[in-house]
């Protein structure tokens, strides 16, 4: 089954930092974009960084850039979010998804709690 | 930031109904939009794209409707397990993408 499994997750102090995973099993993502989106609890999906198939090209979301950085080993079919100076603002689920400008398929997500 | 607002946010149905939610973007996004369904705990699942495109293997009671910047997403006859969050996804533009706040289908 094609499927995305992300990683990672738990409990960090405020001004912490974590390294999310996601695991592609199933489907070759060699050539496509890679998203991490976070879904705070009660709110809506927020896109969080985006990167190209070879790591040259990445993009963020206004509220997590200089402290995320997306990345990606191709070899080993997984694409990583390093999360530093988190704040209790940053707690959510976090997806990634596959795709250019859809997300096709998508992990089931890992919680990411920040405690102040 | 192009704004995605989704109504209603809950939905009380029941098998058999059909039903309607709408998706409003905060100006004009063509017919860049998308609809996903999210049982909990599981993976968000593509249903609908290019506002009315239904993604491989999604039955033929979902279909969308609608350009520019109101858009609906109906299901004409609900099944058991259709009871779900869903919400839609702008692709206008890419900085950033944004989604509707969700609506909830019990």
């Known amino acids: 089954e094609a499927q995305l499994v992300e990683s990672g997750g738990g409990l960090v102090q405020s001004g912490g930092a974590l390294r999310l995973s996601c695991a592609a099993s199933g489907l070759n993502i060699d050539n496509d974009w890679m998203h991490w989106v976070r879904q705070i609890p009660g709110k809506g999906m927020m896109w969080i960084s985006r990167i190209n198939r070879d790591g040259s090209r990445t993009s963020y979301a206004d509220s997590v850039k200089g402290r995320f950085t997306i990345s990606r080993d191709n070899a080993k079919s997984m694409v990583y979010l390093e999360m530093n100076r988190l704040t209790v603002e940053d707690t959510a689920v976090y997806y990634c998804?596959?795709?250019?400008?859809?997300?096709?398929?998508w992990g089931q997500g890992v919680w990411v709690t920040v405690s102040s | 930031d192009i704004q995605m607002t989704q109504s209603p946010s809950t939905l009380s149905a029941s098998v058999g109904d059909r039903v309607t939610i709408t998706c409003r973007a905060s100006e004009s996004i063509d017919r860049w939009l998308a609809w996903y369904q999210h049982r909990p705990g599981k993976a968000p699942h593509l249903l609908i794209y290019?506002?009315?495109t239904l993604e491989s293997g999604v039955p033929s009671r979902f279909s969308g409707s609608g350009f520019g910047t109101e858009f609906t997403l109906t299901i004409s006859s609900l099944q058991p397990d259709d009871f779900a969050t869903y919400f839609c996804q702008q692709y206008s533009s890419y900085s950033p993408y944004t989604f509707g706040q969700g609506t909830r289908l019990e």
């Open positions: 290019d506002v009315s």
């Open positions: 998804g596959r795709g250019g400008n859809l997300f096709d398929p």
